[in-house]
């Protein structure tokens, strides 16, 4: 009697665990969504362990319960990958995928795209309409010159050293955080063999920055960079004025007085950054450059253009001499809008 006891209760046991075991097979191959909206985001700290782990997922309606979670990591075997950061979920999963995703470390991120050629403040107005933060936090951290010190013991903000590219950063990334990661960009692309090249032709990583800084406000054309830095690069050497109206506009800029163009009058402003008073490079870069800038301006072409003239299509026409240059400005700025004025014209009558 005993041992049929004993039977039939190994039996029921038996019995038991294969369902508790198909109830959990069933449960770990069942997608699930518990929360409301339309997407859910749950943080996974640094050291959490997988308990820890499994009740932020249940809390936050991503997994049933954690028995489940438990069951479905045992069979993944990723208990000790789990990697930390924002993850963000907008469908039903089922255990299996969630974990694969917190493995594979695939946490959420937002790209923001900095353009080359733009100042702290362009700059700062993007940030804020990514949904970052503010524009002025992003301002006040750049305006600390520590993260670009050991390059330029002279900076007095990180104008210029805000490497313009696409950054994917985690949705709280804070505005120091960010700032730091781009000086870092910058830093990786202004290698030691650049920086040795600027050397040799007499420039400081200041200097060289500031240069490309001009040259790509000057030209969009890839092409045309190491033209346009020949061209400076010809003026500094023989001691005449840069004469670059971009300096101009930022000195403009500085003071709140830009509207979108630049006069005659302008051209006398008194700052450091005028270039047509001052001679020499402005006392800092007037833009972020980019990787193409940087280049051309510590190796420009072999050229021996002194002047550039807007064809008015993203391109210039590039002289050597002063009166070639006014032919070339009659040709491409008198002419060409007396041209589209009388065109204009015949177009009303």
Partial sequence: MVKRLLAVAVVVVAVAAAAGAAWIRQRVNEPYRGYPGAEQFVEIPAGAGPRSIAQRLVAAGVVRDGLVFRAALWLNGGATRLQAGEYRFDRPMRPGEVIDMIVRGQVFVVTITFPEGLTIDEMARIFERQGLGTSRAFAEAARDPAPIRQLDPDARDLEGYLFPETYAVPRRTDAAGLVRQMVDRLQRVLTPELRRAAAARGLTVRQAVTLASIVEKETGRPEERPLVAAVYANRLRIGMPLQCDPTVIYAMQMEGRYRGNITKADLSLDSPYN???????????????????????????????????????????????????????????????????????????
């Fill in 275 to 349: 270039t047509y008073r001052h001679p020499g490079l402005p006392p800092g870069p007037i833009a972020a450059p980019g990787r193409g800038a940087l280049e051309a301006a510590i190796a420009p072409a072999d050229a021996d253009f002194l002047y550039f003239v807007s064809r008015n299509d993203g391109s210039h026409e590039f002289a050597r001499t002063l009166a070639e240059h006014n032919r070339n400005v009659r040709k491409y700025q008198v002419q060409y809008f007396r041209d589209r004025r009388a065109a204009r014209q015949r177009a009303g009558s």
